[in-house]
C-alpha cells in the first residue's frame, strides 16, 4: 500500500528529504588531523583532489604536509607503488612548472624522504636520473623506474626495521636511492 502525503505536506516532506541527503553528505567528508595524520585519508583526499593545505600555523608558516612521523613510513609505502595520476600535491609548484603528471606513488616517496631526512626532499615531488641537467620532463622517471625506487624505498625500510651490522660497514646504508640512477632534484 503507497502512502501519499496530503498535498501541503509534499514540499515540507521534500525539503526534509533534500536537507537529509546534504546532511548524508557532508558527514562523509572527513576532515584531516594535520598533528595527527591518518595516512589512509591523506592519501584518499590525494586521490580525490580535496586534500586542502592546512592554514598558516602559530610561527607564521604555512603547513603544507601533515604532520607525519617515522611511524607513519610502513604505511605510506603500502602506496608507494599506486602510479594513480592526482590532481595536486603541496610543495609540487615546480613538479607542475616543469610538466608531466603527478603520480601518487612517487608523491607518497617524496613524502617518506622528506620524513626520513627531516625537511623537504627537493622543490618537486618528481625524481630525476643522477645525469639530470635540469629538473625537466626528459629527465623525469618513467612509470617502472618508480615501480623500482619503491622497491628501493621497501628494502630500506625492512633495513631500518629490522637494523643489523650493514650500518656500521656500507656508509649509503641510509639512502634508499644508492646505486638507483635516481635522484630527488
Same mark, same amino acid.
Given at each position: 500500500?503507497?502512502?501519499?502525503?496530503?498535498?501541503?505536506?509534499r514540499?515540507?516532506?521534500?525539503?526534509?528529504?533534500?536537507?537529509?541527503a546534504?546532511?548524508?553528505?557532508?558527514?562523509?567528508?572527513e576532515?584531516?588531523?594535520?598533528?595527527?595524520?591518518?595516512?589512509?585519508?591523506?592519501?584518499?583526499?590525494?586521490k580525490? +583532489? #580535496?586534500?586542502?593545505?592546512?592554514?598558516?600555523d &602559530?610561527? +607564521?608558516?604555512?603547513?603544507?604536509? =601533515?604532520?607525519?612521523?617515522?611511524e607513519?613510513?610502513?604505511?605510506?609505502? #603500502?602506496?608507494?607503488?599506486?602510479?594513480?595520476?592526482? =590532481?595536486?600535491?603541496?610543495?609540487?609548484?615546480? &613538479? @607542475?612548472?616543469? +610538466?608531466g #603528471?603527478?603520480r601518487? +606513488?612517487?608523491?607518497?616517496?617524496?613524502?617518506? *624522504?622528506?620524513?626520513r631526512?627531516?625537511?623537504?626532499a &627537493?622543490?618537486?615531488? #618528481?625524481?630525476?636520473?643522477?645525469?639530470?641537467?635540469? @629538473? *625537466?620532463?626528459?629527465?623525469?622517471?618513467?612509470?617502472?623506474?618508480?615501480?623500482?625506487?619503491?622497491?628501493?624505498?621497501?628494502r630500506?625500510? *625492512?633495513?631500518?626495521?629490522?637494523?643489523h651490522?650493514?650500518?656500521?660497514?656500507?656508509?649509503?646504508?641510509?639512502?634508499?636511492?644508492?646505486? &638507483?640512477g @635516481?635522484?630527488?632534484?
Amino acid at each position: 500500500m503507497k502512502h501519499h502525503f496530503p498535498f501541503p505536506y509534499r514540499p515540507l516532506a521534500a525539503l526534509l528529504l533534500t536537507a537529509c541527503a546534504l546532511l548524508a553528505g557532508a558527514c562523509t567528508d572527513e576532515a584531516l588531523d594535520y598533528n595527527n595524520p591518518n595516512v589512509d585519508l591523506f592519501v584518499k583526499q590525494l586521490k580525490a +583532489g #580535496k586534500y586542502v593545505v592546512q592554514d598558516i600555523d &602559530s610561527t +607564521g608558516v604555512a603547513g603544507t604536509l =601533515p604532520n607525519f612521523a617515522f611511524e607513519d613510513i610502513e604505511t605510506l609505502l #603500502k602506496y608507494a607503488e599506486d602510479l594513480t595520476e592526482i =590532481p595536486d600535491f603541496p610543495l609540487a609548484p615546480i &613538479s @607542475y612548472l616543469a +610538466g608531466g #603528471k603527478l603520480r601518487l +606513488g612517487e608523491c607518497i616517496l617524496w613524502t617518506v *624522504e622528506t620524513i626520513r631526512l627531516g625537511h623537504n626532499a &627537493s622543490l618537486g615531488c #618528481k625524481m630525476v636520473h643522477v645525469d639530470a641537467m635540469d @629538473y *625537466e620532463g626528459i629527465y623525469f622517471l618513467t612509470d617502472e623506474e618508480v615501480q623500482d625506487a619503491a622497491a628501493r624505498y621497501r628494502r630500506w625500510w *625492512e633495513e631500518r626495521k629490522h637494523p643489523h651490522a650493514a650500518w656500521a660497514l656500507d656508509p649509503c646504508y641510509d639512502d634508499p636511492l644508492y646505486g &638507483s640512477g @635516481y635522484m630527488w632534484w
